[in-house]
């Protein structure tokens, strides 16, 4: 994972909070993350660069008014606003790479001393239970082994849910696989065991429903503190989703002052579906 610095006056990420978006479903999380930048008004002082990842640069995607932007916007970027550093990943990583990519990164966020990371993601909305479809669509996960995050954040407008079954947290994109390089050695050890006796249960119940039943395993130890803010969802329009996820964002990190109603929508929104059909060719 290679950074690339583009403002000399940064002076490093030490105890900085992380707000990462993972590729997940619905693309929400990358929406929400624009929604973020844009009201939030944080600066960009650099670009993310790995070989997995799959090259891309295009025209401004955030700012409403483009005539005067200059600005272009590559795969994947990291931004600042107070203590709070924001990455934005726009392009996906390479087929049978997501466990290399996941290492690297993580790996690089350790070295950059990061105190905590607020994990953005979307999951598909068919895994939920009955009892899950008439609760909160946005969930969340949180463990403050190491550093606690400062929160002003009212946790009982969500519902906590504890580890997952496995189906559900992989339609989270490389949510899971972020989560597996910062567990501790001795946690993936014991993660291996229960695997393996689960592999030999031959009464092993294989329906999702059934799986999800059994929610509630310990919370494993982490290098990073976490909270993990997942929102479920289809594909398609997902705008209503993405306001959702970064009104819960912000209620973790106040970075935006301006009431929900009043902050304004990317540029690259007007662009979700495509262009209009210009009307000149009939």
Request: proline share 2%.
């Amino acid at each position: 994972m290679e950074f690339h610095l583009i403002d000399s006056k940064f002076q490093g990420f030490k105890d900085f909070t992380l707000i990462l978006p993972t590729l997940s479903f619905g693309n929400v999380s990358q929406l929400a993350i624009d929604l973020i930048l844009l009201n939030s008004q944080a600066i960009k002082i650099g670009i993310l660069d790995h070989s997995c990842l799959s090259p891309f640069i295009g025209n401004d995607c955030i700012s409403p008014d483009q005539t005067n932007s200059g600005q272009i916007n590559t795969s994947m970027e990291v931004y600042v606003k107070e203590k709070f550093a924001i990455i934005q990943q726009r392009s996906p990583v390479f087929l049978m790479y997501g466990k290399l990519f996941a290492t690297d990164l993580m790996n690089w966020i350790q070295q950059q001393n990061f105190a905590n990371i607020i994990f953005v993601t979307g999951a598909d909305a068919s895994f939920r239970t009955d009892k899950m479809i008439t609760n909160k669509q946005i969930i969340y996960q949180m463990n403050m082994t190491k550093s606690g995050i400062d929160l002003n954040f009212d946790f009982h407008n969500f519902n906590e849910i504890e580890w997952k079954n496995r189906s559900l947290i992989r339609s989270c994109g490389l949510f899971h696989r972020y989560i597996d390089e910062i567990v501790l050695e001795n946690e993936k050890e014991n993660e291996k065991e229960n695997e393996n006796e689960n592999e030999n249960d031959q009464n092993q119940k294989i329906q999702i429903e059934s799986q999800m039943e059994n929610l509630s395993i310990e919370p494993k130890e982490t290098k990073l503190g976490f909270v993990a803010l997942i929102l479920f969802c289809y594909e398609g329009d997902n705008f209503y989703e993405s306001e959702l996820m970064a009104q819960a964002i912000n209620q973790l990190t106040n970075l935006i002052t301006l009431k929900p109603n009043e902050w304004k929508k990317p540029y690259s929104w007007n662009f979700l579906v495509g262009r209009e059909v210009d009307a000149a060719i009939y």
